[in-house]
């Protein structure tokens, strides 16, 4: 008896830990992640253009992530799976795509032509494990996710496209 229980109760504190840090990794698919781009990039580079197309691209993809999601209007896996665990809000409203998975694609799309090659795989990393963790608290289907990441790649290369024009145009 007394095993069981403390079995129960390691599992609920490792259950604790992995939403906390869930919870974090989740934030870098919020609209913080293109402003944390944005003054990284003014900080390090000092390019404001680069850094306020980062923030426009990231808004834009938010704003049309939610858009595909009232165009295709699939619900999230807790419709489909009622038994599901979700560990972040209710679990409720449209899933695909994951606003979160694209908009951390977009920042990261746009990070990777500023930061050392060395670094550009933890960039890459940092957005696939945002749609990592969508799925595992339960709020995306891996579908979504894949989809969130695409929608955000090529939103990042569109912004980036628009940067280069823009320069090119008035910067020269």
């Given at each position: 008896m007394r095993i069981t229980k403390s079995m129960k109760q390691?599992?609920?504190?490792?259950e604790i830990r992995v939403d906390t840090a869930f919870d974090a990794v989740i934030q870098l698919g919020?609209?913080?992640?293109p402003v944390l781009v944005a003054i990284a990039i003014v900080a390090f580079k000092r390019d404001w253009l680069l850094?306020?197309?980062?923030?426009?691209?990231?808004?834009?993809?938010?704003?049309?992530?939610?858009g595909v999601k009232q165009l295709v209007?699939?619900?999230?896996?807790?419709?489909?799976?009622?038994?599901i665990v979700v560990r972040d809000g209710d679990g409720s409203?449209?899933?695909?795509?994951?606003?979160?998975?694209?908009?951390?694609?977009?920042?990261?799309?746009?990070?990777?032509?500023?930061?050392?090659?060395?670094?550009?795989?933890a960039v890459v990393?940092?957005?696939?494990?945002?749609?990592?963790?969508r799925v595992v608290v339960g709020v995306h289907?891996?579908?979504?996710?894949?989809?969130?990441?695409s929608f955000g790649v090529?939103?990042?290369l569109g912004g980036l496209a628009v940067a280069g024009l823009v320069r090119s145009r008035y910067y020269c």
């Open positions: 390691s599992a609920k504190h490792f919020t609209l913080a992640a850094a306020g197309a980062v923030v426009a691209t990231g808004v834009v993809t938010w704003l049309t992530a939610k209007a699939r619900d999230r896996p807790r419709v489909y799976l009622p038994h409203g449209l899933g695909f795509i994951s606003g979160h998975s694209a908009v951390a694609a977009s920042a990261a799309m746009m990070a990777i032509v500023v930061v050392p090659k060395r670094w550009r795989l990393a940092l957005a696939a494990l945002v749609g990592v963790a289907f891996p579908m979504d996710v894949v989809g969130g990441w090529l939103t990042g």
